[in-house]
């Protein structure tokens, strides 16, 4: 895209931010169709953010570049929290996946698409930690590209259990998101599985939904009894 003037090189830059944002906050995996669907939306949003509106017209070099995607990498700390989904190491890497730089974080950028949490954005980092610890499942770790070849069954079966468990309770679990999207912000300086394994066990999804349907969701501490949720 180096040979392209200032402005669309811009409009590129924010197109492309705007299309992560979708691939976080709603298909991960899209198929080329709805790839050219967010393409386009991204563009759009981006000449909509412009004082005066852009004249030029998207080609299909410019889709292509906006539609380009970069691996991701990151590293977190493990951690012990109870509650499914509710583990530090989520919340860790919400902070890094979305909010790692607050010039350049997509969360900060476009805070609009992450509060609440989406449950897309929460199974993107499940699917992201579940590749990590498949990495390493021989004992030895085999470096692995993520893509969609190897991750989209795990996405898609970490986002049903989201959306199932989300609506047992479905006003806690918007708080519990809402939550983690202000923590996650705050924090980043604004103020042995088995590889078959696709969904939450469901001994740890029940155990969960049990715990979440006494819940408000509205702060930490609530209901730090014996139960334990099992999973992230």
Partial sequence: AHDYIDEVKSLLTAAGSYYSCYLF??????????????????????????????????????IRIIGSRKSYTFDVATGHKEKYSEHALIG????????????????????????????????FVHTFIHAHICEWFTGRRIREDFSEVKNATFYAGFLADLQSYGSKNPSAWLNIRKRMYSSAFTASGRATLRAQITRVSTF??????????????LTDSETEGEARAGGL
């Fill in 204 to 217: 740890a999804m029940e155990a969960a939904t049990a715990e979440l349907e006494g819940r408000t969701g």
């Fill in 25 to 62: 906050t709603d298909d991960l995996f899209p198929g080329p169709s709805k790839q050219r669907e967010l393409v386009t939306r991204a563009w759009n949003a981006a000449c909509a953010a412009c004082e005066t509106p852009p004249l030029y017209v998207l080609s299909e070099r410019m």
């Fill in 92 to 123: 860790r890497s919400l902070e890094i996946a979305f909010f790692s730089n607050t010039r350049t974080g997509v969360g900060f950028l476009h805070p609009e698409f992450f509060d609440p949490i989406p449950d897309q954005a929460l199974a």
